[in-house]
């Protein structure tokens, strides 16, 4: 199936396949349209459509897309626009939008692309926090407070998956995708102020995947002294653009990128799809 869909996409199936991110009969073409679920780690369901495109016809991707959410038997699944600022899917992929609204999909949620390019000053660490790395923690430690940072998240992801699933599942998601992620073993670390755990920060292989503070420690700034840190962990690892996202309604979250000397370079809309 993979030899359906051209390259670049065909090579990045294969890879995908061998990391077990996705299989064959995940992966779906019908004319021009094609599509492809993916999932973020192996033995993982299916959580985004990758790969899609929806050639000339809205109404035979649409048809395409409710074929394959059938065939693969998913319950739920997302999908992403990403458009440069100022760029509506309604309007500048006006045949992705009306094929994924017409399979039942719903944009629920737009979120800030942000970016850190090399050549802009690191954000100083302003050394309250020590840091462990996660993987020398036993798991119930990291997902306990992976569930304290969920709670009273204004994250929109973390809010519908506490609402349908609840916190200890949503935490061991979080958790599996985290520890599953490309990086070195020690970046991704728990910020300590004595022994009491303040908050965490993830970062893979070209971006900050995550980053979170307890609700007791929030309200003193130390989003800003993980961020630094997970920053300055990936810049002083060589990457010369990291890489960061958002909800346009997380005005905290969003600052602290900003401060730390992220950029606005996009805007990704963000579309669910459940079963009824």
Not at 14 to 42: K, N, Q, V
Not at 138 to 155: N, Q
Request: hydrophobic residues 45%.
């Amino acid at each position: 199936m993979f030899d359906e869909f051209p390259e670049p996409a065909r090579s990045q199936l294969a890879a995908a396949f061998d990391e077990g991110r996705t299989r064959p009969e995940w992966s779906f073409a019908e004319g021009r349209a094609r599509l492809a679920f993916w999932a973020p780690f192996a033995g993982a369901d299916p959580v985004i459509v990758w790969q899609f495109e929806p050639g000339p016809d809205p109404a035979a991707a649409a048809a395409l897309l409710r074929h394959g959410l059938r065939a693969a038997g998913l319950d739920k699944i997302m999908y992403d626009i990403s458009l440069a600022p100022g760029l509506t899917p309604v309007v500048d992929r006006a045949v992705e939008h009306e094929a994924l609204t017409a399979a039942g999909f719903v944009m629920e949620v737009e979120r800030l692309t942000l970016e850190w390019a090399a050549g802009t000053d690191l954000p100083e660490e302003p050394g309250r926090l020590t840091y462990r790395p996660a993987c020398e923690m036993r798991p119930d430690e990291v997902l306990a407070l992976l569930m304290r940072i969920s709670e009273g998240s204004l994250d929109h992801d973390t809010q519908i998956e506490l609402a349908t699933v609840g916190a200890a599942q949503e935490a061991r998601w979080m958790y599996e995708d985290l520890v599953n992620r490309k990086a070195k073993p020690d970046w991704f670390v728990v910020g300590h102020l004595g022994d009491s755990p303040v908050g965490l920060v993830a970062p893979d292989d070209r971006s900050i995947a995550y980053i979170g503070v307890v609700p007791e420690h929030r309200g003193h700034g130390y989003v800003h002294d993980l961020l630094a840190h997970g920053t300055r962990t990936l810049a002083e690892a060589g990457l010369q653009r990291i890489t960061a996202g958002t909800d346009v309604g997380n005005t905290p979250t969003a600052n602290a990128f900003l401060r730390a000397g992220y950029s606005e370079v996009g805007r990704l809309f963000r579309y669910y799809w459940r079963a009824s």
